[in-house]
């Protein structure tokens, strides 16, 4: 590969000096058993970093690799550096997760799962724990970072240090304080013009006080005004895990009653800075001032753009690569289809925000039907459409009108159940494409919808990609299992006759992420083919 083709790999750049401070180095975390493979890669693409060793993967790293997910040390994991370099803006506006391309330009598809991919900063070009060039006035011999917690030391690493250096308390040394800061995970998300910080970041912070023999501080809103400022960001909050279960309310009382989190709210959000809007209630039917009012922020992945409103709905960054897939399967091709893909429907039953469905809508598909209850996921996936200058119709709690239907909208959006997919679709089945896939996207199981998901397929036959949370180990039995409902599933919705026979099987499992130790994100590629 010469060298202007290096430049284009994945939209990075190659970096050409080993001097140069505006930006940081991409390294791949790999397990052992595909290191080898890995570095035939990126040396036939001269793009492999020969100054910089391949060494072990420290924890943190693996969690950076992972988005932050909690994960056990795993020894046979390696950094292998790169010749290839992003902006400081770039990692700060999260725009490093496109992963997926740079697996596929190194030929790597396939094990996408497997690799990670963090930025990290030569030691060289570090001084002092702040990675500023002069270092600390105050300090006659600044602290020189080694090229171990160079890698560590990503900006909000060291814009919390160099606010707890600010600080007027003398207890709190900077050699202290550096050392803290680095055991401490800083992971972090931007979604323009939203900081989303760990669950851990506040217990982060206390713990520096509290080793010190200190309180935290009451007051941190320098804190926040300081990372605004240094990240761009005009709102900043605190990251949870989805709850399975919570209260009408958007806080869980003692002795509240618990229902089920079918809207998939994000309760436990925590704002810090910024105004996010009301705190409406979870059964709260919002409104047009209600959507006005409210904050709402973009990511752009695989060149789509999608939109939410974080107080009200959830934004899942590591189904990423599961988004990259459907721009690429094979059976959206007019060779698996038997016909172009403009041709044929595609049914999202868990739409969100868009997630998969605008991957149906990018590939060409020529129309998309998709369900969806949460009235906020809704309004925010009529943004992203917008904003990715697609036509959207909304039908709220009906059929859709032959007026609608006959539009040149490629996307339907209805706002109800997933329950009332079959009678729809059935309601207009001369007026649309025929029926080729159905999504299945929910965790922690999408079982609920696999009966409607048979029932919305097209007599010809197609593919419904059912997703799944299951331990490793047990793959393939599940696999086996799932099989067994589909073809019981055919056998209820589809066959007339005792005599048909229907295909089932599964053709592909694809490994999405990691969900829990051992647990994994999968999505498994039904095909159902019809008689003769």
Known sequence: MQSDDVERVSGYRSSGSADDTTNSRIALIVPRTLVKRVKDALEAHRILDKDVKIRPA??????????????????????????????????????????????????????????????????????????????CQDDPSPHQASASESSYMNHFARTVGHWLHQLPHEKLERTFARDVVLSCSWTYMIYPPLLLLPPTALSNLSCIFTSNGEDILKDLSSLWCLLSTEFRASHIALNAPILASTSKKASVQKGEHLKANILRSPTGLAPLYGDFGPNLPLDHIPTITDFSSAFWCTAQQNGIFQTWAPRYTMFSRGNISEKARILNLKTLTEEQLGSRPEETSAVDLYAGIGYFTFSYIKVGVGKVLCWEINPWSVEGLKRGAKRNRWGAEVIKDGPASNETINREERLLVFQESNQHAAKRIAAMKESIPPVRHVNCGLLPSSKDSWGVAVQVLHPIGGWIHVHENIAKRDIESRTEEIVGIFVRLVRKHCMNKAEEQWGVECEHVQQVKSYAPGVMHYVLDIFISSPG
């Open 58 to 135: 420290r924890l943190e790293e693996q969690k950076a690799s992972l988005q932050g997910a909690s994960v056990d040390l795993r020894p046979g994991t390696l950094f292998i550096p790169t010749k290839l370099s992003v902006s400081k803006e770039q990692v700060d506006l999260d725009t490093l997760p496109v992963e997926w391309d740079l697996h596929q330009q190194l030929g790597l598809i396939g094990c996408e799962t497997d690799i990670g991919i963090i930025a990290f900063e030569q030691a060289q070009n570090t001084y002092g724990f702040l990675g500023s060039e002069r270092g």
